[in-house]
Every structure is written in structure tokens, then in C-alpha cells.
RNA sequence: AGUUCCAUUGUGUAAUGGCAGCACAACUGAUUUUGGUUCAGUUAGUCUAGGUUCGAAUCCUGGUGGAACUACCA
């Protein structure tokens, strides 16, 4: 078996680099901004960027790009520390932009010293009015053409806080009429009076992105620096300042973003849904977090997965929700424990079991695994089962409970129904069976054969506990393109709860983070939320229902 | 409009001038003590018009369609 897998545009490269000798080793980073939590599109290249590096050998930093102190937080530090580390991944170096600030500013100094940067005393709009647009020319700022040592003073007078915020910017000296708007005499340090949540107050002036991501690449000799395509249109630039400054020359390389259907990835949308308590949180289930996924119940594996299935590529793309959770329903079916929870009782009544007896069934945990190991289920006279699974007037194949039809309870007896009970308004309130006691599951030795199975649990012996059933989020499969604004299309059905769900004993004891199939209704993971007095299961995605998806189509 | 990028079944992605393949989804059927899983199979694609070539999804030209850029955000 030697499966070949063919290589991505990057993959690509960078054996080209590695077989020309262009380096010994490649090395790669991830470099969020902290703040917002991460979410699936980060995965992506969480994935890209360390599985690159491990693939060839080389390193993988995390670094955090914290060069706007009034956006961001310790609290998203961490969180996306804790978020990287639960996909799976370690990376080489822990640094921060800001670690860099000194020898940002260094650089900043150099370049005006080439006499490549000037301080320009233009406030912002006058700033916007001069840069023309995409077909007009800009016009150069009256302040272009200070002297070095006007610009050196001036700068370090910024430096030292005698300048409010906004009076005064320090900009790279281009092109005015430059046809890429970047080259526009781009601001690379603004004056901002905030508390950084690293540095403090030592700075009150910061370095822009441009320059100081690549100059961050640069000073920890990345090899390879992938971000995604919106910022195509700064490679030059980056290859500018890197040229200009004569530092290390790292290179950026772009891949397309990767969308989700029936949900938004912007920071800022994912921010207004919790600020405007759409959610619960940045971890709500039912955002595309991936704290809110891990709660949700999807594994890092499943993730990893489908991070490797949907691969990478330059052009636009909205990747179909029910990928992912193909992969999610891979990894649970090998390895959530099978138990039993009615989620819509209804009462039946084994007419002819003993009302005094329990017996303690043997049930497997997982046909999937081959020792996966049995539990014991208590059985007695009442049971719940779905409600769904019981009808007056079945259609034709229903393998289910009926007037006169039978039925295997899941790991016990094959039932018949001889009668039911309705009360005033039609609403059927107990299912009166008859069990037949030779086919006890494991030594069936009636002879009979039924099509269907349905799980149960034991009236007497049942626990509660609250289940809440996430769907999509949103109505439509993209949010974001449709007219007006994204919140209009919020499926507000995207939470049910149901307080006090019967299942069996055996959850008693389960654990925050534990995955669980309830037979034939979804795989299940318990919330962070819950304890030993007040379980509570998320549902992370239901089984699929050929049987409920055929009765819709007629 | 200028610049840059992109275009392969419904979705995502391969084919690097030589048989258009894979996964998901959809649809059949078989197996099944989960209408799950598993197994077998089916449907369905190179945006368009030219050119180069023995041969083009691939290279070239034009067109069409989509995206990004005009923040003291990243």
C-alpha cells in the first residue's frame, strides 16, 4: 500500500526550496491577533501551518500579532493557547509583536534615516483626501519633505508622549501615485495613548501591521509566512521594508480563507453575536469557535480531519457544513459509548412481566469495537420509549410499535402491542405490551425475527437530566452574502432544551467532555455546565435518518 | 474604472501537455438487535470563443463571471 497523496501549492514550494537548498529547514508560525477566540478558519491554518512544519521537519512558532493594544486581551491569550494545544498541536517558540517593539522601532529609525519615512503632522481625513483612489493619483502630504533630522527629532519627540493621539503619524516615503494603494506613503506608526496588555504604558506609540509583521517574520527567520488572500496586496510591501530595512528575507505566500455553510467567521460578526447575547458566549455550541465546537462536543480529531479533507487552494470557497460533521460522526461512531435516553416519552407496560422484578441486561458499549465492553441496563414492567417510535395508524414499513405489531426493546425482549391508552384530546398516554420471554437478547431462542429495535429505560430506575439540542445557527447558507444584515437570518429554533430527559443509570456518573451516542437519536457530549447533582448533555449532531428524511420527501 | 487574484460534477479538492480521479452530499440495493455502521453500485464536472500542439482542464489571446484593495484594524 503506497498511497500517493498529491501535493498542495505550498507543499509544493516548499520542496522545491528544500530540494534547490534554498534552506536546511523550514519554519512557519501562526500568528493571531488575540483579539477574539479562534474559530474553524483559524483550524485551517493552525493545521497548514504546524502540519507543514512537521511534515518537513522544520518549527512552527506561535506568535501573537499585538500590535493594537485598545482590541486586545490577556483573556484571548490564553484562550487561544488552550484552543491550539486542544486541536493537538505544540508549537516551537511562544512570542509576541510586542516583544519586538524595541527593535520595531529601530527599524522605524533607519528608515528614516534612508530618508524612506517621514512624520506627517496631517490628521487622518486629510491623510484619506490625499491618498486619491483606485483611479485617482494621491497628492503628496506638505509635510514630505522634512529634513532627516527633523523626522529623527520628531519621532522620538512621539516616542517620548509629547503628542496626543492622532497629531501626528509616521509614514514610509513611496509613491503618491503608486498604483497599488498600500505604496501610498503607508502609515507605519501611530500614537495611542493605551494600556497594552503586555508592555503597560511603556509605549504610547504603535507599529502598524505592516510593519511589523513582516518584520516579525524576519526577525524570527521564518521561511515560509502563509496568511490568507485578502492580504495579497500587502506582499509587496512586505517585500519592501524587508528589502529597505536589509533584514532576513521571509516570505509570504496566500491561501484562500475557508468559509462554513449556515454560520459567519468574521471576528467582528462572531463579536456582535456574543455582545448582543444571540449566544451565550465565544464557547457557545453553536458557534464555529473552537471552544464553542469542543462544548458542542466535536473532537480535535474530527477537526484535524476535516481540516486535511478540505485542503487548501487560492480560490473562493464555502465549504458544505455537513463535511464536517461527516467527520465528526467518523470519530464518534468508533468511540462514543452507547447508552439509552428517551428524549419524548411515552409510558409503556409489559403487561405480563412480573411488577416486582428488575433484571440487569448486558448491553455492549460499542458494536464498533471489539472489547469495547458491556454494561449492565436495569430492566423492569415500565418503560419509556420514544413517543415517535408508537403510532395509532402506522404507514407502510413502519418497523416500529403499532396496534398488534412487535418490536425488539434494544438488549432485552421482542414486545407485541395488544393495546394503548388515550386520553381526552386523542394524545396516546401508555402502550400496553406483551413480552415474549424466549427471546431474551443473547439466548433468543423464540424463533422470532422483527425489523425493528427501539431503545427504552426503565421508569423505576431512570435518572434525569437536562438535554439541550443545537441545530445551525443560521436559516440560510450564507449569512453573509445576503442582503441586509446578517441577524435577520438567525435560526431562532438553533436551541431546544428539554429539562428532564430520562435516561439510563449508567450516566450518573458522567463527566464534563464525555461523548455518548443515545442510541438512534445523536451523538451527545456532556456540558461544561454540568455536575454530579444536574447533568446537562449538549447534542452534537444527530445520526443520520433515512427513515425521517424518507417520510419527509412523501 | 485601475491593480491584483481566481474559475474542474450540488460542495470541497486532485490530475504539473497524455485514461478527468477522490471525499462529502444525493440516489439504488445488500447486511444489520441503532431506519446508525458497513458493503456494492448509480447519477453528475473542465465558464466561453479562438490559438499553439500528434494531443489542452493544464500553455497563449480575447470575452464572461466572481473576489480583494481606496482603516492612525489585523
Keep these: 500500500m503506497n498511497e500517493e497523496k498529491s501535493l498542495n501549492f505550498l507543499e509544493e514550494i516548499i ?32 493545521h497548514l501551518n504546524f502540519g507543514l512544519a512537521a511534515r518537513y521537519a522544520g518549527k512552527c512558532n506561535l506568535r501573537f500579532d499585538d500590535t493594537n493594544p485598545i482590541t486586545e486581551e490577556t483573556e484571548y491569550v490564553d484562550s487561544i493557547r488552550n484552543d491550539i494545544k486542544w486541536l493537538g498541536y505544540q508549537w516551537d517558540n511562544e512570542y509576541y509583536a510586542s516583544d519586538y517593539f524595541e527593535q520595531l522601532y529601530s527599524f522605524a529609525i533607519k528608515l528614516i534615516e534612508k530618508n524612506l519615512a517621514y512624520v506627517d503632522d496631517s490628521n487622518s481625513d486629510q491623510i484619506a483626501a490625499s491618498k486619491g483612489d483606485i483611479n485617482t493619483p494621491g497628492t503628496n502630504s506638505p509635510f514630505r519633505d522634512r529634513t532627516v533630522e527633523e523626522n529623527l527629532k520628531l519621532f522620538t519627540e512621539m516616542r517620548e508622549g509629547k503628542y496626543k493621539d492622532g497629531e501626528k503619524v509616521l509614514r514610509a516615503k513611496i509613491d503618491m501615485a503608486h498604483p497599488n494603494l498600500l505604496f501610498r506613503d503607508p502609515i507605519i506608526y501611530r500614537i495611542k495613548h493605551a494600556h497594552h496588555h503586555r508592555t503597560g504604558d511603556k509605549w504610547c506609540i504603535y507599529p502598524m501591521y505592516d510593519f511589523a509583521h513582516g518584520q516579525s517574520d524576519s526577525i524570527e527567520n521564518i521561511t515560509h509566512s502563509i496568511c490568507t488572500l485578502e492580504f495579497i496586496h500587502h506582499r509587496p510591501l512586505y517585500d519592501w521594508f524587508i528589502q529597505q530595512l536589509e533584514i532576513y528575507p521571509s516570505h509570504q505566500y496566500e491561501f484562500a480563507r475557508r468559509n462554513l455553510t449556515y454560520t459567519v467567521m468574521s ?45 487548501i487552494a487560492k480560490r473562493e ?42 433484571e440487569l441486561l448486558e448491553i455492549e458499549n460499542n458494536p464498533e469495537q471489539e472489547n469495547g465492553g458491556t454494561r449492565q441496563v436495569p430492566f423492569s414492567k415500565e418503560i419509556w420509549i420514544e413517543r415517535e417510535d408508537f403510532m395509532v395508524v402506522p404507514p407502510k414499513k413502519f418497523f416500529r410499535l403499532g396496534p398488534g405489531l412487535m418490536v425488539r426493546l434494544k438488549g432485552a425482549y421482542i414486545v ?29 431462542t423464540s424463533g422470532i425475527h422483527v425489523k425493528g429495535t427501539i431503545h427504552w429505560v426503565s421508569i423505576a430506575h431512570a435518572i434525569q437530566a437536562e438535554v ?7 436559516k440560510v447558507e450564507n449569512p453573509a452574502a445576503e442582503t441586509g444584515d446578517f441577524k435577520d437570518y438567525i435560526n431562532e429554533a438553533s436551541l431546544q432544551t428539554l429539562s428532564k430527559v430520562n435516561m439510563e443509570p449508567s450516566l450518573s456518573i458522567a463527566k464534563p467532555g464525555e461523548h455518548f451516542q443515545f442510541l438512534r437519536k445523536g451523538y451527545f457530549s456532556v456540558d461544561i455546565d454540568s455536575n454530579e447533582e444536574a447533568l446537562v448533555f449538549n447534542r452534537t449532531v444527530t445520526l443520520k435518518d433515512s427513515w425521517a428524511k424518507a417520510q419527509q420527501k412523501s
Design 468 to 474: 439541550r439540542l443545537y441545530d445551525r445557527l443560521f
Design 267 to 311: 471576528k467582528r460578526k462572531l463579536l456582535q453575536l456574543v455582545n448582543e447575547n444571540y449566544v451565550s458566549g465565544w464557547d457557545d455550541p453553536r458557534m464555529p469557535t473552537i471552544s464553542g465546537m469542543r462544548r458542542r462536543g466535536y473532537t480535535a480529531k474530527a477537526i484535524r480531519n476535516f481540516c486535511d479533507a478540505v485542503g
Design 15 to 46: 520542496e522545491n526550496d528544500l530540494s534547490a537548498g534554498k534552506y536546511q529547514q523550514i519554519h512557519t508560525r501562526f500568528p493571531p491577533e488575540p483579539n477574539g477566540y479562534l474559530h474553524i478558519g483559524h483550524a485551517s491554518s493552525i
Design 416 to 444: 407485541k402491542c395488544e393495546d394503548f391508552k388515550k386520553d381526552e384530546n386523542g394524545v396516546v398516554t401508555e402502550i400496553y405490551c406483551s413480552y415474549i420471554p424466549e427471546s431474551k437478547s443473547g439466548n433468543d
Design 317 to 358: 470557497n464555502i465549504v458544505d457544513l455537513g463535511l464536517l460533521e461527516h467527520f465528526v460522526r467518523e470519530d464518534l461512531n468508533k468511540n462514543a459509548k452507547r447508552v439509552m435516553a428517551v428524549l419524548d416519552p411515552v409510558k409503556l407496560v409489559i403487561t405480563n412481566y412480573e411488577a416486582s422484578k428488575t
